[in-house]
């Protein structure tokens, strides 16, 4: 049975979310990336698949090298599921401003 990892529990990590901003702007190879982190090889590796896995990062060979991009179209479909809860963070917020700038004390 081959199980799909979930996106969200994929950007959780805080390591994975440093390799996407990393090949956001340039594809990398895997050793260019892990250049970039303290830790083992292995371990960025493992990172990498789980991106791949996951569809946010694409894998493109080139000659004897693998170059990592982001893929953007996934990438923005998470931006759109997120956005809504942006917005209703936004205006949250900014009703309490309203609220708390009508409780000022006046000068």
């Known amino acids: 049975m081959n199980l ?6 994929a950007i959780a990590d805080p390591t994975r979310r440093a390799i996407l901003l990393l090949v956001a702007s340039q594809s990398m190879t895997a050793g260019a990336i892990a250049a ?53 963070w936004d205006d949250r917020f900014n009703k309490l401003e309203a609220i708390m700038k009508q409780h000022q004390p006046k000068e």
């Open 36 to 88: 970039n982190f303290d830790s083992a090889r292995p371990t960025v590796s493992k990172h990498l698949h789980i991106l791949t896995e996951c569809e946010l990062l694409e894998q493109e060979q080139q000659g004897r090298e693998i170059y990592y991009h982001l893929n953007a179209q996934n990438m923005k479909e998470i931006a759109d599921f997120i956005e809504p809860f942006r917005t209703m």
């Open 4 to 9: 799909r990892r979930d996106v969200f529990q």
